[in-house]
């Protein structure tokens, strides 16, 4: 594949994962944002979420489901998002809170959070101004007035929550490499908390950590 049609795939592929967005924006929604969380199912580590608003001439050539691409397109996309996007707000949930409420009610909790967040910025930005829909992938979030479609499968349906879930992972990876090298032995830089053989390895030299979820290790 050339250059050319690897430019034409990457066209055609925004212009699909826009396509369920124009139509909200016709029926006259106009901060259509999205949604998505990174760390669920990781031993360690918090679930991180992201609110992102895109504007309506932004192209978002490459932008993707974040698992189907490398870590430096991610992180090339993220400081490309960050620039362009009307808006955009982090949440986040730590072990603590997980072990808590359960990872599921966590992660609505770090959505709301990235919401509110994202809302504010477009306040301070254009005063007046709000969310006006929420697209959010596979889960329902309680406490929001703003109008919300749950998608399946949303971070391969829509522009906005791809571009969420890229802002989300390169978030919550950094975050994990940064444990590394205040929790070494786990190899958090690499497997981000989930439950490799090293990080196996490492619980059972070194046990816990602060940021283990307990409630994921009950066996161990």
Same mark, same amino acid.
């Given at each position: 594949?050339?250059?050319?049609?690897?430019?034409?795939?990457? %066209? $055609?592929?925004?212009?699909?994962?826009?396509?369920?967005?124009?139509? *909200?924006?016709? !029926?006259?929604?106009?901060?259509?944002?999205?949604? /998505?969380?990174? &760390?669920?199912?990781?031993?360690?580590?918090?679930?991180?979420?992201?609110?992102?608003?895109?504007?309506?001439?932004?192209?978002?050539? &490459?932008? /993707?489901?974040?698992?189907?691409?490398?870590?430096?397109?991610?992180?090339?996309?993220?400081?490309?998002?960050?620039?362009?996007?009307?808006?955009?707000?982090?949440?986040?949930?730590?072990? %603590?809170?997980?072990?808590?409420?359960?990872?599921?009610? !966590?992660?609505?909790?770090?959505?709301?959070? $990235? %919401?509110?967040? $994202?809302?504010?910025?477009?306040?301070?930005?254009?005063?007046?101004?709000?969310?006006?829909?929420?697209?959010?992938?596979?889960?329902?979030?309680?406490?929001?007035?703003?109008?919300?479609?749950?998608?399946?499968?949303?971070?391969?349906?829509?522009?906005?929550?791809?571009?969420?879930?890229?802002? $989300?992972?390169?978030?919550?990876?950094?975050?994990?490499?940064?444990?590394? /090298?205040? *929790?070494?032995? *786990?190899?958090?830089?690499?497997?981000?908390? *989930?439950?490799?053989?090293?990080?196996?390895?490492?619980?059972?030299?070194?046990?816990?950590?602060?940021?283990?979820?307990?409630?994921?290790?009950?066996?161990?």
């Amino acid at each position: 594949m050339n250059k050319e049609e690897r430019l034409q795939k990457l %066209i $055609a592929r925004a212009k699909e994962l826009r396509a369920f967005e124009n139509e *909200y924006k016709e !029926a006259g929604h106009r901060y259509i944002a999205g949604v /998505d969380e990174v &760390g669920r199912g990781p031993l360690a580590g918090p679930v991180v979420t992201a609110c992102v608003v895109l504007p309506e001439d932004y192209e978002g050539l &490459g932008i /993707d489901d974040s698992k189907k691409l490398s870590e430096k397109k991610r992180e090339e996309l993220y400081s490309e998002i960050i620039e362009n996007a009307i808006c955009y707000g982090f949440g986040l949930c730590d072990n %603590i809170v997980i072990d808590e409420v359960n990872i599921l009610e !966590a992660t609505k909790l770090a959505m709301k959070q $990235a %919401i509110i967040s $994202a809302n504010e910025m477009l306040k301070n930005r254009f005063p007046g101004e709000k969310i006006d829909l929420v697209l959010v992938d596979a889960v329902s979030i309680p406490g929001i007035e703003t109008k919300q479609i749950s998608m399946i499968r949303g971070d391969a349906t829509s522009l906005s929550i791809a571009a969420a879930s890229i802002l $989300a992972k390169v978030k919550r990876d950094r975050m994990m490499r940064e444990y590394d /090298d205040i *929790y070494p032995g *786990y190899d958090f830089a690499s497997n981000k908390g *989930y439950g490799t053989k090293k990080h196996y390895e490492g619980l059972r030299e070194k046990g816990l950590t602060p940021i283990h979820r307990k409630t994921f290790l009950k066996n161990l």
